[in-house]
């Protein structure tokens, strides 16, 4: 079992930049892949970032292309959003997951933390 924890979340101007980082408890992280997905209010869970173990291979959605980056830092158990350029759009709870494989998609990731809020003010 692993258990996620997310932070960084908060309230912020369009344009501006909010890092988000997942921290794991009892358990490394080093030996999964892991994801980024985000929840608007009425909206589906979407999928934004995910990164492979080793090496770090990454993929983005679409939408987030250009203006997010996922890292981790298996040392430190720690995997990281760096977020830029945010727009309304982006207000939304975003989540970390994790999963044995890389996926887009969310039944794909057993484990899950409980979120954090993020708000881009127009």
């Known amino acids: 079992q692993v258990q996620l924890g997310e932070s960084g979340g908060g309230l912020v101007q369009a344009g501006g930049s909010l890092r988000l980082s997942c921290a794991a408890s009892?358990?490394?992280?080093?030996?999964?892949?892991l994801g980024w997905f985000r929840q608007a209010p009425g909206n589906e869970r979407e999928f934004v970032a995910a990164?492979?173990?080793?090496?770090?291979?990454?993929n983005y959605a679409d939408s987030v292309k250009g203006r997010f980056t996922i890292t981790r830092d298996n040392a430190k158990n720690l995997v990281y959003l760096q977020m830029n350029s945010l727009k309304p759009e982006d207000t939304s709870v975003y989540y970390c997951a994790a999963s044995s494989f890389l996926s887009t998609k969310r039944q794909h990731y057993p484990y899950w933390g409980q979120g954090t809020q993020v708000t881009v003010s127009s």
């Open positions: 009892e358990r490394s992280l080093s030996t999964y892949a």
């Open positions: 990164i492979t173990r080793s090496p770090a291979y990454t």
